[in-house]
């Protein structure tokens, strides 16, 4: 990859990976720390939220691997059709459509691009709950039968970035694997170290109760910042059959009230596997 900086700086601690897949660009926005390195929670300074993202693009000395073509009424056809492509006033881009590609693929990781979260710095066990489900893909013994479908959407009502980010991943595989994606994390990864490259950060995994969730077998938790108390990241994962639903959640601004960011998180999820329970 041949980096290429044009962007300037974060506050906060947060992360957004975002692949432009159809551009060749990966462009990433991270922050462990404010400019000068002032620690946030440190600072006798009012805390200050990010209000963009430092981007990164890397052209790719190769490009990606070409989307899969999925048959019509295929089942990967059906995974792909049933992402959301809009919530509230987040959209998917044209650049970024909403795809699938079974397991065995090497779009995975294309796919994964574009899914909210950072990778654990030594903790690889704790990936799942940090990037997202679609980064364990590679672990799970379901062949060709195993299939991800992502899609990322973003509201840029308020200019670029300006409101909630978005993705959502949607796996069907065998019910051990589901059970295995949906699972706690095991003790050694409540308290991770995540990092992207150039920064480092520290998070707490935090599980959540929903007021109303879509269906009997829904988890949902929430990485928050170390040593604050300001969730940074939204998860909530629902069953639906042989397929389990991933939304991850950014709510900006990030100085927004935990009770209204949850209440997002829980639109999103029910308005996802609604569309899965129509579609699937």
């Given at each position: 990859?041949?980096?290429?900086?044009?962007?300037?700086?974060?506050?906060?601690?947060?992360?957004?990976?975002?692949?432009?897949?159809?551009?060749?660009?990966?462009?990433?926005?991270?922050?462990?720390?404010?400019?000068?390195?002032?620690?946030?929670?440190t600072s006798s300074a009012p805390r200050?939220?990010?209000?963009?993202?430092?981007?990164?693009?890397?052209?790719?000395?190769?490009?990606?691997?070409?989307?899969?073509?999925?048959?019509?009424?295929?089942?990967?056809?059906?995974?792909?059709?049933?992402?959301?492509?809009?919530?509230?006033?987040?959209?998917?881009?044209?650049?970024?459509?909403?795809?699938?590609?079974?397991?065995?693929?090497?779009?995975?990781?294309?796919?994964?691009?574009?899914?909210?979260?950072?990778?654990?710095?030594?903790?690889?066990?704790?990936?799942?709950?940090?990037?997202?489900?679609?980064?364990?893909?590679?672990?799970?013994?379901?062949?060709?039968?195993?299939?991800?479908?992502?899609?990322?959407?973003?509201?840029?009502?308020?200019?670029?970035?300006?409101?909630?980010?978005?993705?959502?991943?949607?796996?069907?595989?065998?019910?051990?694997?589901?059970?295995?994606?949906?699972?706690?994390?095991?003790?050694?990864?409540?308290?991770?170290?995540?990092?992207?490259?150039?920064?480092?950060?520290?998070?707490?995994?935090?599980?959540t109760a929903l007021s109303h969730p879509p269906s009997?077998?829904?988890?949902?938790?929430?990485?928050?910042?170390?040593?604050?108390?300001?969730?940074?990241?939204?998860?909530?994962?629902?069953?639906?059959?042989?397929?389990?639903?991933?939304?991850?959640?950014?709510?900006?601004?990030?100085?927004?009230?935990?009770?209204?960011?949850?209440?997002?998180?829980?639109?999103?999820?029910?308005?996802?596997?609604?569309?899965?329970?129509?579609?699937?």
């Amino acid at each position: 990859m041949r980096p290429h900086k044009l962007a300037a700086p974060l506050r906060g601690w947060w992360c957004v990976r975002v692949a432009a897949i159809a551009l060749g660009l990966t462009v990433m926005g991270c922050g462990g720390e404010t400019p000068g390195g002032t620690h946030p929670a440190t600072s006798s300074a009012p805390r200050v939220w990010p209000s963009s993202l430092s981007l990164h693009p890397q052209i790719p000395e190769t490009p990606p691997p070409a989307s899969v073509t999925l048959p019509t009424g295929s089942r990967g056809d059906l995974v792909r059709r049933a992402l959301l492509r809009r919530f509230r006033d987040a959209k998917t881009m044209q650049q970024l459509p909403p795809e699938a590609a079974p397991f065995t693929s090497g779009r995975i990781a294309t796919i994964g691009e574009t899914q909210v979260g950072a990778p654990p710095v030594n903790q690889r066990e704790c990936r799942q709950w940090t990037q997202g489900i679609w980064s364990v893909t590679d672990s799970l013994h379901e062949g060709l039968d195993g299939i991800l479908g992502g899609a990322f959407l973003v509201d840029t009502t308020k200019g670029a970035f300006g409101g909630p980010i978005l993705s959502e991943a949607i796996v069907y595989a065998s019910d051990s694997t589901l059970r295995h994606l949906s699972a706690d994390p095991p003790a050694g990864c409540h308290t991770l170290r995540l990092g992207d490259g150039r920064t480092t950060w520290t998070a707490r995994y935090q599980r959540t109760a929903l007021s109303h969730p879509p269906s009997e077998q829904t988890v949902a938790y929430r990485l928050v910042d170390e040593p604050g108390s300001n969730p940074t990241t939204w998860v909530a994962l629902a069953r639906h059959g042989a397929y389990l639903i991933e939304v991850r959640l950014v709510v900006l601004p990030l100085s927004d009230d935990p009770a209204n960011q949850q209440v997002v998180l829980e639109d999103a999820i029910r308005q996802a596997h609604a569309l899965a329970v129509k579609t699937l």
